[in-house]
């Protein structure tokens, strides 16, 4: 999921009264991927969920959907608070909103408690993720400069991946399936408090709490040629990851005959775990260069998973999946990076807020839409027009940006006619991807 850019490094401010604690750097790695797992790991349950309580595919769609609204919401109102009142404080009331989720996700007896449980967990990630991220940026070691970024970057998709094929394999082979993966995850938050505990504050209390809660959003009017083109991409990628964390499970049973529910850990795995090692793979490319493959192989693998599920293909369409995961990965890069790369400074808060709504809204409006097809036209048909309006705005992204590579070719054979006309395209210096943090 995204999150804003880890884009400046700023020297652990610290409490002067603790000793620094060197190793603190790879742990808030780790918490990081523990969020994102935590989050993705009802995915497998979802199919079990229905089958006990009698409910459809939209109203499990609505489901994924509050996720995000918590998630969102945390984002615009709380995503700048660590600033103010420190990283630790912020992390703590994270972890014990996280917490308090699982305990109602481990009691859950009907779909109104697995709501609340969503939207606490909602919550919770979006203020962990943004505080963490910065945490990283405070902590990164002065010998391996852009550590950070990279971590951040690679992070969330590798925790949506663990999330959702660790909790596959405990609901297949474990006791208590719809309880046992929030144990374990419950455990694994105690031991993220402890951490948070020991960890040394890198950011001391300044004023400006209750003003920085204010949301804020904007898109300048000087960036709207570069933002134009990626608005596509970031919409055909998130909501492809939508449909798998919400949909993907039921589609692999019920349309493929995969019945168990390892499966559906590996369907979500399989996307967003390709998705996670493009990220790494493709950290030093530049943000533009990225954009134009990332849109082509998000529609085709979306083609290819569809021919293979109209054609009971299973194996075609894994070989989609991975398609599609690889231009996930460098989607991610691609939009987030251009976000990092157009946005001054002064800008950076109000840019990125905007590109959390457009992600966001991405990633749960159409699989909202998506359940009441399934509910109204069956899951056959209700995947085949989400996987072509998937492909079509792939394409739309794709064309936006080669025809904005055109505009910039004219302009620089203008400039060296030495016409006014260079003007007239957006600036494109490039800067490696690795400078943004995507959650």
Partial sequence: MPAPPAVTARPPAGDPHRAPWKGAFPYVGAILVLFLAASSAPSPLYAIYQQQWHFTAWVLSVVFALYVVGLLGSLLVVGA??????????????????????????????????????????????????????????????????????????????????????SGVLVEFGPAPTRLVYTLLFGAMVLAAVVVALMPETSLRRRGAVASLRPRVAMPAHLRADIVPVVPAMIAGWALAGMYLSLGPSVAAELLGLRSHLIGGVVVTLLTGTGALAVFLLRSRSAPSLLAPSSALLGLGTLISLAGVAGDLAWLAAVGTVVSGLGMGASVLATFGTFARIAKPHERSEVFALANIIAYLGNSVPSVLGGIAVTVLGVRTATGIYALAIAVIAATALVLRLSQIRAERRAVMARAAGTPAAAEAPATAEAPATAVSCH
Avoid: K, N
């Fill in 81 to 166: 608070l660590s600033d103010h009142l420190g990283r630790r404080p912020v992390l703590a009331g994270a972890i014990g909103l996280e917490m308090v989720a699982l305990v109602l996700f481990y009691v859950a007896g009907d779909v109104f408690v697995l709501s609340a449980a969503r939207v606490l967990q909602g919550i919770a990630t979006g203020a962990a993720t943004t505080t963490l991220s910065a945490t990283l940026v405070d902590l990164e070691p002065s010998h391996a400069r852009g550590r950070a970024g990279v971590i951040t970057s690679v992070s969330p998709l590798t925790g949506l991946a663990l999330g959702a094929l660790g």
